[in-house]
């Protein structure tokens, strides 16, 4: 394709977005990113944030980042596993699963890498996702590359989901969803899906983005609050 061709094409589909109202574009504030954002020359209210106890602008934070950076450097050049595994590092994993009251606990760069990892390495062929459907996009794109059936059960209906729990008789069944629906603002009864998951013989993954640090012993997240560890 040449260029001349290349560029009719991107036209194109960008026209097409348009005409669907589904063309999106940066928007440019002033100053840091906090709970008030200006934009526009006016201070607005910052409800799509994510940093709910505000730690990306606490100062302390910030020099503890700057030390670290000076000490440590800004890069590992490599992955962990490549070319080895900082102390600080391996002292948080520690501290997290100390936190979460686990064996053990894993970082990654970001939440959404977190599932497309843990996905992929617990479910294969023949295994069944069964997916909360306000569930994370990250749950639903991780269960879908996975090599495993993926089936999407209406919002916290339990009821529906022990129906399709029982009718899977082969494979691993493996139950996703978020604790705490940050779009929604509503949080699922963990117990219960513990329980349900237990006696059908399912395993449970829960996503905690958006509770941790939130609720729970010292914001140790739902799945501690609710004590159901390692179900």
Not at 156 to 184: H, N, P, Q, W
């Amino acid at each position: 394709m040449n260029a001349s061709a290349a560029s009719s094409f991107f036209q194109n589909r960008i026209d097409s977005q348009k005409e669907r109202h589904l063309y999106r574009q940066l928007k440019n504030i002033t100053g840091r990113s906090g709970s008030l954002i200006e934009f526009d020359g006016r201070q607005i209210v910052n409800f799509s944030s994510n940093d709910y106890l505000g730690l990306s602008l606490d100062p302390s934070l910030a020099e503890a980042a700057a030390d670290a950076a000076r000490r440590w450097g800004t890069g590992s050049g490599a992955s962990r596993l490549v070319s080895g595994s900082c102390e600080i590092h391996n002292r948080l994993e520690q501290q997290i699963a100390e936190l979460k009251e686990e064996e053990a606990a894993l970082l990654y760069p970001s939440g959404f890498q977190a599932n497309l990892g843990l996905l992929s390495a617990v479910a294969e062929k023949g295994d069944t996702i069964f997916a909360d459907r306000l569930s994370h996009a990250s749950l639903i794109d991780a269960a879908r590359l996975s090599e495993a059936s993926l089936k999407v059960y209406p919002h916290a209906d339990f009821e529906t989901l022990e129906r399709r729990l029982k009718r899977c008789t082969s494979g691993k069944k493996i139950v996703v969803t978020d604790s705490y629906f940050s779009m929604d603002g509503d949080i699922v009864n963990l117990a219960e899906l513990a329980g349900l998951c237990a006696k059908q013989g399912a395993y449970l993954i829960v996503d905690e983005a958006h509770s941790n640090g939130v609720f729970g012993p010292r914001g140790a997240g739902l799945s501690v609050l609710h004590r159901v560890q390692g179900q």
